[in-house]
């Protein structure tokens, strides 16, 4: 008989990534780092499960928005509670010093002030029976301060809440106003040819009364020709700021764009062309000077998760401090924080609309709660309040209760107007008038006018 040596059980061969494909390899690794992701959230969320909803659940972004179709609380009311305000003056022998440290700020935050006092303000010429406002918060913790230096000049300091900082601005009461005109050929951009005159005040304007027209990123070329006719405000012999454009016009490849400023027998104020055709739609084209658009309205794959998530508003990055306007005439509504969306302005306007502002990083003096705004009025100024990564603005619209694209409603011109056949003739002559005046160069002082804003405040 013959022995048979094949044994029971053969030994299997040892696995080896050695000969292991490629492809598998990639899955074998793709899927144990998806298996490590999932057991890390769920031992990070083993207690109370937010993170992981966060994640893998639906997602609600600032307004507590997770699906377009919701209906959109309209907030009303001012919900912060009332600030305290003390108005004081100097007294001989006091300095700033001393005024700050004994409302509560260090000397660490008085050394941050001082190096954003530098060319601003002096500390020398603070005087005795100088008037002073303090505004702290209802639990007395210090939030601005403003100090009366002349009749034609207010100094504010402000303290942001949430970062710490501070920002110092001056505040100008009582000043000449001047014409001026601006014209050129441009090398590169309009904003840059502005800043070389230094009067980069003006591109936020001209960027709004053009909007339906031009598109300042991708048509201005060099080449394009501009003039401008503008006021200025002056106090004594040192420039102040721009005022208000009275008369533009930007000449591309051949085509002349131009808008004239045009006060009505009514005292209806608005831009038009040479036609008398109105520049301005129901809303502005934007809400603020932008670097980009960060994020968009509407339903997005995630770049990791891979999940729809939804975002009820358009995020426009911008340095803290950029103006914030009121896209349309209306009543500020709701001016306050609201959890995620952090400092906020809700503006309610004509047909059923309403605009929200989110995560500013303070309000317009000019614009408080309750008070009537028009198109074009700073409301506030771009932040990062609330949850946010970076100084933004989150805009919202809604219509009727529910929401909508901002940047397909901003786009949408709404009904625009014409000068009337009776105004006709006026119009026609203040264009002659403004004509003239681009015709000229460098600043005229013949139509110089005394400004004097009355009740003026920086403190809310």
């Known amino acids: 008989m013959k022995n048979d040596r094949t044994p029971y059980f053969r030994p299997r061969k040892r696995f080896s990534l050695h000969n292991t494909p490629p492809a598998m390899k990639i899955f074998a690794v793709v899927a144990l780092s998806l298996l490590a992701v999932v057991y890390t959230v769920g031992n990070l969320t083993s207690t109370d499960g937010q993170l992981f909803s966060s994640l893998f659940g639906n997602y609600n972004d600032e307004l507590g928005v997770s699906e377009a179709t919701e209906t959109i609380e309209i907030e009303e009311g001012e919900p912060e509670p009332v600030n305290q305000i003390l108005t004081k003056k100097v007294k001989r022998g006091e300095s700033l010093y001393v005024i700050l440290t004994s409302h509560g700020l260090s000397p660490a935050d008085i050394a941050v002030i001082s190096k954003e006092l530098k060319g601003k303000f002096s500390v020398r010429s603070l005087r005795p029976g100088q008037q002073y406002q303090i505004e702290k918060t209802p639990d007395g913790r210090f939030l601005s301060f403003s100090l009366q230096e002349s009749r034609a000049r207010k100094l504010h300091m402000q303290k942001d809440e949430d970062s710490g900082s501070f920002q110092v601005w001056q505040e100008v009461l009582d000043y000449d106003v001047q014409l001026a005109t601006l014209s050129g050929t441009i090398n590169s951009t309009l904003a840059l040819e502005l ?63 131009t808008a004239y400023r045009f006060t009505d027998s009514r005292g209806t104020t608005a831009y038009y062309d040479e036609n008398g055709n109105s520049l301005s739609g129901f809303f502005l084209s934007q809400p603020c000077n932008y670097t980009r658009i960060s994020s968009g309205y509407g339903y997005r794959i995630h770049p990791i998760l891979r999940r729809r998530q939804f975002h009820s508003g358009v995020d426009y990055a911008a340095p803290t401090g950029t103006p914030v306007y009121a896209v349309a005439d209306g009543k500020v509504v709701f001016r306050g924080r609201k959890g995620a969306a952090g400092k906020m302005v809700t503006v309610a306007h004509a ?29 506030g100024y771009v932040g990062s309040t609330g949850r946010s990564t970076g100084p933004h603005l989150h805009f919202t619209i809604v219509r009727h209760g529910k929401l909508k694209n901002p940047l397909k409603e901003l786009k949408a011109a709404g009904t625009r107007k014409r000068v009337s056949k009776a105004e ?37």
């Open 195 to 257: 800043q070389k005159n230094s009067r980069y005040s003006l591109i936020t304007e001209l960027q709004n009364l053009f909007a339906w027209k031009i598109n300042f990123n991708r048509d201005i070329q060099p080449g394009t020709a501009y003039r401008v006719l503008f006021e200025e405000k002056w106090i004594g012999d040192e420039y102040i700021t721009t005022g208000k454009i009275l008369a533009a016009e930007i000449n591309l490849e051949g085509q002349n764009y």
């Open 351 to 379: 047909n059923g609309y309403h605009t929200k502002y989110l995560h500013l990083s303070r309000y317009a003096t000019k614009a408080p709660y309750g008070s009537r705004v028009k198109q074009g009025d700073v409301i």
């Open 424 to 460: 006709m003739q006026n119009f026609m002559a203040q264009i002659s008038v403004f004509r003239s005046q681009l015709d000229e160069t460098g600043v005229m002082v013949a139509d110089v006018t005394k400004y004097s804003e009355k009740n003026t405040t920086a403190l809310n």
